[in-house]
């Protein structure tokens, strides 16, 4: 019981921030592709803007390992 | 490295200032400075100038050709001669006149191929139309009297309209005789064919449009046809138009084929002309004198000076000197790098360029792009597709494919190093066939020891970037900048070397050296930046936590990769097997290439750059003739 709720607390680490990110990205890639279409060579400026929103993501990653490692 | 930029005052005789420019053109380096002003007949001439090649880019356009890249410099330099044994003053109009020339026959092509396809599109509609009658008209075939005519009708008046007809021709106890038939549209609208006797004619038309029909008329090739025969009429026409498309669009494929490259020549020689008449139109000058201002690089000084003095002798003075402090904002920013790190170059191409007093980091990009991406995609397996990939792309014709293929090349060594540091070829293939052992250790497993040498990595290169924000706040003598940037140092130091001693890798009796580091770097801080210093320590530590996407990407890399190898495990060696651990791989392979690539840009961009790259330089766009498809951002 105790390790499945620190696996449910490792996956809600890195899941609660995958979904804010995926929301950023949404924003960030429509506003984007809007970019885009006006001023093509903005693309790469961003492919960049649209990685930004990753690193909750990473941080979550990082206390969902830390939570297996520590208490699993 | 950034170059040295140098800047020329060159002073010349007004009557050889159209040939000087000549040469500063061909010569190709020097960055102007222009200032503004323009006589009404320069104004004049330029003005004409680039009528003429809009004109020459709207033929290339029309003709469809789009073979900048491969336009050989031969060609324009042919084309250059060409032009250039024309006296001045006939060559815009003996240009405007061929251009006359060919714009008719090309259009004359073009508007036949248009009318062609605009009829077959027509026969197309009627063929469309007149199949779904083909029944009605059959049984006309079988000799019922009267003729046959369609009719667009809303599909809301259609049954009001038949109903208008039977009352109109049933009077007097006698059924009509006349047919009809409606096929619904895809829109409001239908189509009605009705069959009547030829004396009922006029009336039925009359009804019909009082219901808002219109007669529907055949495509004006079937003049003298009627509806019911024209079916095998259209369909002949169809395939006499197709034929004809196919003659017209063949002879504008081989005119493009032919007349493309001396076109794009033609325009990227008026083009220079262009660029050259509106230098000379905001030239500052007097009635036997001009001036004229630029920087340039350094090390292209000696042979512009040798090449202007031999051409013109006396009739040109030039002065240089080295740029001063103040003139720092405007010096135009060059990069050069050696042919390892040129391509790297690429990443700063995203952002606007150094400034004259900045850092270049194309250097470090060269050095840490490759080993961060290497480090992610760790395979040897894919080190190696990668490195096949990379030296194809490095024979293209075009030079950005030849850059990637450079920083592929760089990235699949290091893709080789890890993938032998971590023991992985295609995943744990390298295992299972070679017995293939990690020299470091197993990621996948290991996931702890990895997370922190990300972390550590992470350190080294944003310390490497405060060090660079140091080096360039000192240089540039903003002491705010290089404060800051030190007290954000410091304090990071400090927390690392406090962490260390608390896990107890140093001597206790050493933990007055964090302390001490933390309390001037925080000094530091607070004089540099303020409280916006301290903020942008506390940003300094997620950028050093952000290095361990390398972690996490290489190990859902290794893991999609043992996937690949599980699917051998539960479907045996069998078609489907592979075929599936095959289609993993590839979905493994495109992921590490493009993860990899956009996660250590961005650790570069927004971790690395950060923290000392300014990006407020000016572009040096040396004064010369425009090759390949530059002029597409320009024009």
């Known amino acids: ?72 | 490295m950034i170059r040295k930029m140098i800047r020329l005052a060159l002073w010349g005789v007004a009557g050889r200032r159209r040939e000087i420019i000549e040469e500063l053109h061909r010569l190709g380096v020097l960055h102007l400075e222009q200032g503004g002003r323009r006589s009404g007949t320069e104004s004049a001439r330029l003005n004409m100038l680039r009528l003429l090649r809009g004109k020459v880019l709207g033929l290339i356009e029309s003709l469809g050709w789009d073979g900048w890249t491969s336009l050989s410099e031969g060609s324009i330099d042919d084309a250059e001669k060409l032009l250039s044994a024309l006296p001045p003053e006939e060559l815009a109009p003996e240009i405007e006149r061929s251009l006359e020339e060919f714009g008719k026959r090309l259009s004359g092509l073009l508007d036949e191929r248009t009318a062609a396809e605009d009829l077959l599109l027509r026969a197309k509609k009627a063929r469309d139309i007149l199949d779904r009658f083909s029944a009605f008209f059959r049984r006309d075939d079988a000799g019922s009297p009267g003729t046959t005519t369609l009719w667009l009708i809303p599909q809301n008046t259609v049954q009001q309209a038949l109903g208008a007809l039977h009352g109109a021709f049933s009077a007097g106890g006698e059924a009509w005789e006349g047919r009809h038939h409606f096929v619904p549209g895809n829109d409001a609208l239908g189509v009605l064919a009705l069959r009547v006797s030829p004396e009922l004619e006029e009336e039925a038309s009359a009804i019909l449009s009082r219901w808002k029909a219109l007669p529907w008329h055949l495509p004006p090739f079937c003049s003298g046809v009627s509806v019911e025969h024209s079916l095998p009429v259209i369909g002949k026409k169809m395939e006499e138009l197709s034929g004809r498309i196919e003659t017209l669009s063949g002879d504008l494929r081989r005119t493009s084929a032919e007349w493309g490259p001396r076109l794009a020549a033609l325009f990227l020689f008026i083009d220079g002309r262009t660029e050259q008449a509106a230098v000379e139109a905001g030239l500052g000058s007097s009635e036997d004198t001009f001036t004229l201002h630029g920087w340039l690089p350094e090390d292209a000084l000696d042979s512009t000076v040798s090449a202007m003095k031999g051409r013109f002798g006396d009739d040109v003075l030039l002065q240089w000197r080295h740029p001063g402090e103040k003139d720092w904002s405007s010096v135009p920013t060059s990069l050069k790098n050696s042919p390892l790190c040129a391509p790297f170059e690429l990443f700063l191409k995203l952002l606007r360029p150094p400034s004259y007093s900045g850092v270049d980091p194309t250097t470090a990009v060269a050095i840490f792009f490759p080993f961060f991406s290497g480090c992610m995609i760790g395979d040897m397996g894919y080190g190696v597709l990668i490195l096949l990939l990379s030296l194809k792309l490095k024979k293209a014709v075009r030079p950005l494919l030849r850059d990637i293929g450079s920083i592929l090349l760089s990235v699949s060594l290091w893709s080789i190093v890890w993938g032998a540091a971590w023991g992985e070829f295609f995943g744990d293939a390298g295992h299972r066939l070679f017995h293939l052992e990690p020299l470091w250790l197993e990621r996948s497993v290991s996931v702890l020891p990895v997370v922190v040498f990300t972390i550590a990595l992470g350190a080294a290169h944003v310390f490497f970037g405060l060090l660079l924000g140091i080096y360039q706040g000192i240089r540039n003598r903003h002491r705010h900048l290089w404060m800051e940037k030190a007290g954000n140092l410091a304090v990071l130091l400090a927390l690392v070397a406090g962490l260390t001693a608390l896990r107890g890798k140093l001597p206790g009796g050493i933990f007055t050296v964090p302390l001490s580091l933390l309390v001037i770097g925080l000094a530091l801080l607070i004089r540099g930046g303020g409280i916006g210093g301290i903020i942008e320590t506390l940003g300094s530590i997620g950028n050093i936590i952000s290095y361990v996407r390398i972690a996490a990407i290489g190990l859902s890399s290794a893991i999609l990769a043992l996937v690949a190898s599980k699917f051998l495990d539960v479907f045996g060696l069998s078609v489907f097997g592979i075929f599936l651990a095959l289609m993993i791989h590839l979905l493994n392979f495109v992921l590490a290439i493009g993860g990899s690539g956009l996660h250590s840009a961005r650790l570069h961009y927004v971790e690395f750059f950060g923290k000392f790259y300014s990006g407020n330089g000016k572009e040096y766009t040396p004064f010369q003739r425009r090759s390949g498809s530059s002029w597409k951002k320009h024009s």
């Not at chain 1, 949404?26 to 001023?39: F, L, M, N, P």
């Open chain 1, 1 to 72: 019981m105790e390790k499945a709720l620190i696996a449910l607390a490792a996956a809600l680490a890195v899941g609660i921030p995958a979904v804010a990110t995926a929301y950023a990205q949404a924003k960030i890639g429509s506003a984007g592709a809007g970019t885009v279409a006006e001023k093509p060579e903005t693309g790469g400026t961003i492919i960049i803007l649209e990685a930004i929103p990753e690193t909750m993501v990473i941080l979550g990653f990082v206390v969902a390992i830390m939570l297996i490692l520590q208490f699993a």
